[in-house]
């Protein structure tokens, strides 16, 4: 078994069915190191964000106990590795105080896996773009002056570890494939991320990485603070002549400023719960305007100073109307089977779906058909039978997220409407 420095070996993981409170998840050596890095004013003191998300890690976390005491030699080797290797990636603090949270010294696997330090990263408190259970990795810019952006090494081997456990989850027809290979797979992604960890500088006892400044931006306009992940962040001077190309000849597209005939509808229907639910989604004229006039080069409106981000993105592709309807018609889909998944995940056990009215849903980083995309829907109404409800909603914005399109921050924005 691995062993730690002081020479204890890893303990059995307790019962998966221990779950602690996720919103008191954290062990104290772990917050208290957020104090031994200086933090901007406008971080307040620093907040953890998980990279793999806590519910992502305690899906793995239930696996772990039955897989780590299962009868099959093979499954049991491997689990016992990744869970030994777990052990050693914590670090003796964090090892010591998941010991302590647990009946008799056991090492609760929810825990271990929330509190391991690469598994976290230092940022501020509550960004604008957190992209709730998706992942959210470090980022850092290529050096090539292009302005692209790539996962830091450690955020990279995470990444391929998720991946290989989502495909994992959803296969044997959803029930999941739990076996000795995906046991080694997972354990050879989590060494890459701590051998690329280690290649971080850290004093002396201290348990955290050190925060990643650059890729975070502070809008003093808001207050807001966003993470720049995959989006492409151009210079002035390069956003300058993008923007000039292709604003020239831009069609007028005031008369959907007002509209709200329908540009765009989709139905996607899906179980919640014990219900069949149809969700009809529809991208008003009016809505889809505000997506031109926020997220497209073309009729980017630069007089709006009521921007609520400090970072706008945008399609590099929408130069009509129609263009943008287009996009629209291929996004809903995808964005309607995430509104139902999101309901089905924390709004199912509602004793009406009558109570779903309402409700919003804004999510960034959300993949839809290979892409990465915020969006913003609402829905409005619910009618029908109680087990075969029909949901109506209304997409307010979907703007792209990752590689899909450019990015600029309020400042740049600003002197590149200077020049254009």
């Known amino acids: 078994m691995t062993t730690a420095p002081s020479g204890k070996a890893a303990p059995p993981p307790s019962s998966p069915r221990e779950v602690p409170d ?37 899906s793995i976390a239930e696996q772990v106990t039955p897989a780590w005491n299962s009868g099959e030699q093979r499954l049991r080797t491997a689990a016992r590795a990744f869970w030994d290797l777990c052990w050693l990636v914590a670090g003796g603090p964090v090892r010591d105080a998941v010991a302590m949270a647990g009946p008799g010294g056991s090492a609760n696997p929810h825990r271990l896996l929330w509190n391991l330090p690469l598994m976290v990263s230092l940022g501020p408190h509550s960004p604008a773009n957190d992209p709730g259970m998706n992942f959210d990795p470090d980022t850092e810019p290529l050096p090539d002056g292009t302005g692209n952006r790539r996962m830091d090494a450690v955020s990279a081997a995470l990444y391929q570890l998720e991946q290989a456990w989502l495909t994992a989850a959803a ?20 060494l890459t991320a701590h051998n690329a960890a280690q290649l971080t500088v850290r004093a002396d006892g201290v348990v955290l990485f050190p925060p990643v400044r650059e890729q975070w931006v502070y809008d003093g306009s808001t207050k807001q603070n966003l993470r720049k992940g995959m989006t492409p962040f151009l210079s002035v ?11 020239v000849n831009a069609p007028s597209i005031a008369v959907y400023a007002n509209s709200v005939a329908p540009g765009a509808t989709t139905t996607v229907t899906a179980r919640v719960g014990g219900r069949t639910v149809r969700l009809d989604l529809t991208a008003a004229e009016e809505n889809l305007h505000h997506v031109c006039v926020r ?3 073309t009729f980017f409106d630069f007089t709006d100073k009521s921007r609520p981000r400090p970072i706008n993105t945008f399609w590099p592709d929408v130069r009509t109307f129609a263009d943008v309807i287009q996009l629209a018609g291929q996004l809903l889909p995808g964005i309607a089977r995430s509104v139902l998944r999101e309901l089905d995940r924390n709004h199912s ?30 829905i409005t109404d619910v009618a029908g039978p109680d087990a075969t409800p029909v949901v109506t909603a ?11 399109g450019p990015g600029f921050t309020r400042g740049d924005l600003d002197l590149i409407a200077k020049a254009v």
């Open 237 to 247: 001077a390069q956003g300058t002549q993008r923007f000039a190309q292709a604003r």
């Open 295 to 297: 997220h497209t080069l």
């Open 394 to 404: 209304v997409i307010e914005s979907f703007a792209p997220d990752g590689t899909n």
């Open 349 to 378: 056990n509602v004793n009406a779906p009558t109570d779903w009215e309402n409700e919003t849903f804004e999510f960034g980083n959300e993949d839809v058909g290979g892409q990465l995309v915020f969006y913003n829907v609402q």
């Open 171 to 190: 296969a044997g027809g959803g029930r999941g494939v739990y076996d000795a290979a995906l046991w080694d797979t997972l354990r050879g992604h989590l």
């Open 22 to 58: 996720k919103n008191k998840w954290y062990v104290r050596p772990l917050n208290d190191s957020k104090q031994d890095y200086p933090l901007p004013t406008e971080w307040k003191g620093g907040a953890l964000h998980h990279k793999i998300s806590k519910e992502r890690l305690s």
